[in-house]
Protein backbone atom coordinates (compact mmCIF):
# COMPACT_ATOMS: atom_id res chain seq x y z
CA UNK A 1 0.00 0.00 0.00
CA UNK A 2 1.33 3.26 -0.84
CA UNK A 3 0.77 6.79 0.71
CA UNK A 4 -1.89 7.65 -1.38
CA UNK A 5 -3.74 4.86 -0.63
CA UNK A 6 -3.56 5.26 2.95
CA UNK A 7 -4.61 8.80 2.82
CA UNK A 8 -7.22 7.70 0.40
CA UNK A 9 -8.76 5.21 2.62
CA UNK A 10 -8.72 8.11 5.82
CA UNK A 11 -10.47 10.39 3.30
CA UNK A 12 -13.55 6.99 3.65
CA UNK A 13 -12.94 6.36 7.00
CA UNK A 14 -13.21 10.43 7.71
CA UNK A 15 -16.53 10.62 5.76
CA UNK A 16 -17.56 7.75 8.24
CA UNK A 17 -16.60 9.17 11.92
CA UNK A 18 -15.50 11.85 13.84
CA UNK A 19 -12.09 12.41 13.29
CA UNK A 20 -9.67 15.36 14.19
CA UNK A 21 -9.09 17.71 11.91
CA UNK A 22 -5.32 17.48 12.05
CA UNK A 23 -5.93 13.84 11.64
CA UNK A 24 -4.20 13.44 8.12
CA UNK A 25 -1.15 15.05 9.41
CA UNK A 26 -0.25 11.82 11.97
CA UNK A 27 -0.65 9.29 8.87
CA UNK A 28 3.46 8.26 8.52
CA UNK A 29 4.52 5.50 6.54
CA UNK A 30 6.00 2.82 8.60
CA UNK A 31 9.75 3.31 7.18
CA UNK A 32 9.57 6.85 8.08
CA UNK A 33 10.52 5.36 11.86
CA UNK A 34 13.42 3.39 10.82
CA UNK A 35 16.74 4.00 12.30
CA UNK A 36 18.94 1.53 11.26
CA UNK A 37 17.24 1.29 7.16
CA UNK A 38 17.22 3.86 4.75
CA UNK A 39 13.95 2.08 2.61
CA UNK A 40 11.42 4.57 1.93
CA UNK A 41 8.60 1.78 1.63
CA UNK A 42 8.02 -2.09 3.25
CA UNK A 43 8.32 -4.26 -0.13
CA UNK A 44 6.52 -6.96 -0.85
CA UNK A 45 8.07 -9.52 0.37
CA UNK A 46 7.50 -12.72 -2.01
CA UNK A 47 9.22 -10.93 -4.94
CA UNK A 48 12.52 -11.47 -2.61
CA UNK A 49 12.25 -14.82 -2.03
CA UNK A 50 13.61 -15.96 1.98
CA UNK A 51 15.38 -13.15 1.84
CA UNK A 52 12.67 -10.46 1.37
CA UNK A 53 10.65 -11.95 4.49
CA UNK A 54 14.08 -11.75 6.35
CA UNK A 55 14.54 -7.90 5.07
CA UNK A 56 11.11 -6.88 5.68
CA UNK A 57 11.22 -8.77 9.07
CA UNK A 58 14.32 -6.60 10.22
CA UNK A 59 12.56 -3.21 8.46
CA UNK A 60 9.29 -3.41 10.70
CA UNK A 61 11.18 -4.81 13.76
CA UNK A 62 13.29 -1.94 13.52
CA UNK A 63 10.02 0.98 12.61
CA UNK A 64 8.18 -0.93 15.40
CA UNK A 65 11.49 -0.14 18.09
CA UNK A 66 11.02 3.65 16.95
CA UNK A 67 7.00 3.89 16.92
CA UNK A 68 7.26 2.98 20.31
CA UNK A 69 9.75 5.00 21.74
CA UNK A 70 7.82 7.94 20.01
CA UNK A 71 4.55 6.82 21.54
CA UNK A 72 5.93 6.36 24.91
CA UNK A 73 7.79 9.52 24.75
Aim: net charge negative; glycine share 6%.
Amino acid sequence: MFAEDILKAYNVWKARGNFSPDADKKVKLMCSYCKKHNDKFVPDPYYGGAQGFEKVLDLLEDACESLLDSVTA
